[in-house]
């Protein structure tokens, strides 16, 4: 861990007219890690990603990548710098066969396709790796939940990210698909891509995350490894809610 | 090589169908000598160009614009006004008057751009509308008489023909001509950006497309088109007035697509080959019976399709029975595996 961090964030707050969603935010994500963010619904994730990826400016705040601030580019300028995301509601190109929207993405970003030849190999590549293969010639709009989460990350494998944002990409699977789902992570984490998601379910960031942050009313209250996060009183509060808390904490 | 040679046979018998379409349309004015029909062909030659220019941008790229017979109709000003005011060749004003609306166009619509559906379109009818007041008003543009071309000598330099049947070749040409540009843009990485930006604009931004900067380029091109139709609109009636730009007439350029399939680059062509000549032959057979029955016929021709076909003629064909037997029986189509795996062979080319 002695390594610079690849994405550090700096007190970042992000004011929607008087309501405060997210509220001097700090973290970094080592190189080559896999990075958890949880925290109950309402807790501000959500915008502390959209505002990392470009989608929301901050109220206040720097975002920095490989020690470069970051916080003013616009959102479809990140692939160029070799982060991607997904979405946590899918965003398909509900029209479009899967192997045309794995295309799609493979012709833009820092190693954008120069012919179509190129950006069809390298599609065809990603939906290997992601087992989406099969399916290619289906219209993504008729596919499953979690084929859809499978395609928004073989969308954003496509841009050959360094980083990769991964926003709620197993909510709504079952145990089943939810263990495939954390083989794919691991899977792409390992062919060397940092990588930061927002999860709920607890076993996924468990078994996948070497560092997890807390978010509750905007505000990080705690940081550390999983095992460490899950036995803070402060944690365990506000996920069981034993005992009555502030609402303007 | 199984896989080389299924593929061969399938281009092969698809250049056929292709050809004789083709040898259909040159044939035509050989055997039909009714300037009233070849008309109707020229019409639908022109239509159709503008409804692909259209389709470009409301199509594709999903920014539904109401408004392009304003940008075929400047250019088809810029293109009868440098003609007689500075006696350039009607081919080379073609080229500037292309210029001038692409660059018009750019430049209103650029600030507009970030608005999304609805908003989007009736800016695009206010600009239209913005277009024509200023003409109607503009001692220059001839206000609301408009102005004309001067008539001569038949001229293929001048562009300048008595009989009709020299405007639908060149008509036919400049469909054929658009029609492959667009295919070739709808394969290409333009292709892509366009469709990603109507399906998605948020995901569009995710994988690196800047949404405002291909949004201009679509723009730009469907206005390009609408200026090359309205040189070639000019060239043929020989004068433009104002009535040429108003809505229903942007209208009318839409109809084609929708009805065609917007979603697809053959869309409009499809659309526009069916929807012009039934058009005009409702109003031929029928307005003298009874004064605007044409328009209820076709307005019913128009709700039933998109009641019962809403992705378009080419929405329904995609996905029917029709298309299997033709793909399978008379083109002898591959499967997609196939052709898949021939798209991807590093030589392709093969004796």
């Known amino acids: 861990m002695a390594e610079k961090p690849i994405i550090e964030v700096q007190g970042l707050t992000k004011r929607f007219k008087g309501l405060t969603a997210v509220h001097d935010v700090s973290f970094s994500v080592e190189k080559g890690s896999i990075t958890g963010m949880i925290g109950p619904n309402g807790a501000g994730k959500s915008t502390t990603f959209n505002m990392i990826c470009g989608y929301y400016p901050p109220t206040e705040g720097k975002i920095f990548y490989n020690g470069e601030d970051i916080t003013n580019k616009k959102a479809y300028e990140y692939t160029n710098m070799k982060i991607a995301r997904t979405f946590q509601i899918m965003k398909p190109l509900k029209n479009l066969s899967v192997l045309d929207n794995v295309t799609a993405a493979a012709y833009f970003g820092h190693a954008g396709a120069k012919s179509e030849k190129e950006a069809k190999e390298r599609a065809m590549e990603v939906l290997h790796f992601t087992g989406l293969y099969e399916k290619r010639h289906v219209i993504s709009k008729d596919m499953g939940t979690p084929d859809q989460k499978r395609l928004e990350m073989a969308r954003a494998l496509a841009t050959k990210p360094e980083v990769l944002f991964l926003d709620e990409n197993m909510a709504g699977l079952n145990p089943a698909e939810t263990e495939e789902a954390i083989q794919l992570i691991r899977k792409i984490n390992e062919s060397g891509v940092t990588i930061l998601l927002i999860e709920h379910i607890m076993k996924a960031v468990v078994s996948l995350c070497e560092k997890v942050i807390v978010l509750h009313h905007g505000e990080k209250i705690a940081e550390g490894t999983p095992e460490q996060v899950m036995n803070d009183p402060y944690v365990m509060e506000v996920y069981l809610g034993t005992k009555k808390e502030g609402a303007s904490a | ?351």
């Open chain 2, 1 to 351: 090589m199984d896989t080389r040679k299924a593929v061969k046979t399938y281009h092969r018998n698809l250049a056929i169908v292709l050809a004789v379409i083709v040898a259909i349309f040159a044939a035509i004015p050989l055997v039909v000598d009714k300037p009233y029909i070849i008309n109707i062909f020229v019409l639908t030659f022109y239509m159709s160009t503008l409804s692909m220019a259209w389709n470009i941008l409301g199509g594709i790229t999903g920014q539904n614009s109401l408004g392009l017979a304003a940008y075929m109709g400047l250019g088809a000003y810029v293109c009868c006004l440098v003609v007689t005011k500075t006696g350039m060749n009607p081919w080379v004003a073609a080229v500037l008057d292309m210029l001038v609306v692409g660059v018009v166009a750019g430049v209103i619509f650029f600030p507009s751009l970030i608005l999304r559906g609805p908003y989007f379109t009736l800016v695009s009818i206010a600009f239209a509308e913005s277009i024509r007041q200023f003409i109607i008003n503009s001692e220059f543009f001839g206000r609301a008489s408009g102005v004309g071309l001067p008539f001569g000598k038949d001229s293929f330099a001048q562009f300048r023909f008595t009989s009709k049947v020299p405007y639908y070749y060149i008509g036919f040409i400049m469909m054929v001509g658009v029609y492959l540009i667009m295919k070739k843009i709808g394969r290409s990485k333009l292709g892509f950006a366009l469709r990603t930006i109507r399906e998605d604009e948020d995901a569009a931004a995710a994988i690196g497309i800047n949404p405002t900067k291909y949004k201009v380029i679509a723009v730009v091109i469907s206005a390009i088109i609408a200026g090359l139709v309205g040189f070639f609109y000019v060239s043929y009636i020989r004068y433009i007035d104002p009535d040429v730009m108003i809505q229903s007439k942007s209208t009318e350029i839409v109809l084609p697509a929708v009805v065609g399939g917007a979603a697809y680059i053959e869309g409009p062509l499809i659309g526009g080959l069916i929807m012009i000549p039934l058009s005009e032959l409702l109003r031929a057979n029928f307005a003298a019976v009874l004064p605007g029955i044409n328009m209820l016929m076709y307005a019913v021709v128009l709700i039933v399709v998109i009641r019962f076909r809403p992705s378009g003629i080419l929405g329904w064909y995609m996905n029917s029975k029709f298309k299997a037997f033709i793909d399978e029986k008379i083109l002898k189509k591959p499967s997609l595996d196939v052709l898949e795996e021939y798209e991807l062979m590093a030589d392709k080319g093969g004796k």
